[in-house]
């Protein structure tokens, strides 16, 4: 018998690399504290605010992640505006962060990442159905490993680089997503994480969660 779950969050590890994205300014104002290791919308925000100033963020890397990279920028930023550089948004520099924010405009181009809605899964003895939407167009991948899962910050191949196998669930953009996974070994957890990427080359990413398949 199959069943139907939604996957949990799990805690995970960085490597951290670099990569070179254009910058532009961004008028989103951010709703909460930030620090390393949250993932989200608002991380993307900051991040392309933080972009827009290069000497702040030299990679400019947008992935709506906060990684050692985006600490880096945010300490530099509080430098730069007489906050102690301690690496997170706190208070103090979310009220700095949103003053300037508010008087900026995005530029050009899209830099908004897609985001990806709840995770589906419906499990059987040796396989795995993941079902979920974006809200906007995106091509996509699963990753999955009976490991924790490894995500490099700065790949040169895209945003983020992911540990263990990964399968495609569409090359072409698309918002409803799904993909099957078979030949698992049965009542085995298995560690996942979905990347999605929009025609301008924004991604997100899902915290690593976990399923178990079925005896």
């Known amino acids: 018998m199959a069943r139907a779950v939604f996957g949990g969050v799990m805690a995970f590890s960085f490597v951290l690399g670099a990569?070179?994205?254009?910058?532009s300014a961004s008028a989103a104002l951010l709703t909460r504290q930030l620090q390393f290791g949250m993932s989200g919308s608002d991380?993307?925000?900051l991040q392309v605010f933080l972009a827009a100033d290069r000497t702040i963020y030299p990679q400019g890397l947008v992935t709506g992640y906060?990684?050692?990279?985006t600490r880096a920028a945010v300490m530099?930023?509080?430098?730069?505006?007489?906050?102690?550089?301690?690496?997170r948004v706190g208070p103090q520099t979310l009220a700095v962060i949103n003053?300037?924010?508010?008087?900026?405009?995005?530029?050009?181009?899209?830099?908004?990442?897609?985001?990806?809605?709840?995770?589906?899964?419906?499990?059987?003895?040796?396989?795995?159905?993941?079902?979920?939407?974006?809200?906007?167009?995106?091509?996509a991948v699963l990753y999955y490993s009976t490991n924790p899962m490894m995500l490099v910050e700065g790949s040169v191949v895209s945003g983020v680089a992911i540990s263990g196998t990964s399968v495609i669930a569409n090359l072409d953009l698309r918002s409803l997503h799904s993909v099957t996974l078979?030949?698992?070994?049965?009542?085995?957890?298995?560690?996942?994480?979905?990347?999605?990427?929009?025609?301008?080359?924004?991604e997100s990413i899902t915290w690593p969660a976990l399923f178990q398949t079925n005896q």
Do not use: C, H
Request: glycine share 12%.
């Open 99 to 139: 003053a300037q924010m508010g008087t900026g405009a995005v530029v050009g181009t899209d830099r908004r990442a897609p985001a990806i809605g709840p995770v589906g899964i419906t499990t059987a003895s040796s396989a795995a159905t993941f079902v979920w939407n974006t809200d906007e167009n995106s091509s």
């Open 76 to 87: 530099n930023f509080q430098v730069r505006n007489g906050i102690s550089p301690v690496g």
């Open 182 to 202: 078979t030949g698992l070994q049965s009542n085995t957890r298995y560690y996942y994480v979905v990347l999605v990427k929009d025609a301008s080359g924004n």
């Open 66 to 69: 906060f990684g050692s990279l």
């Open 43 to 45: 991380v993307s925000d």
């Open 19 to 23: 990569v070179f994205l254009p910058s």
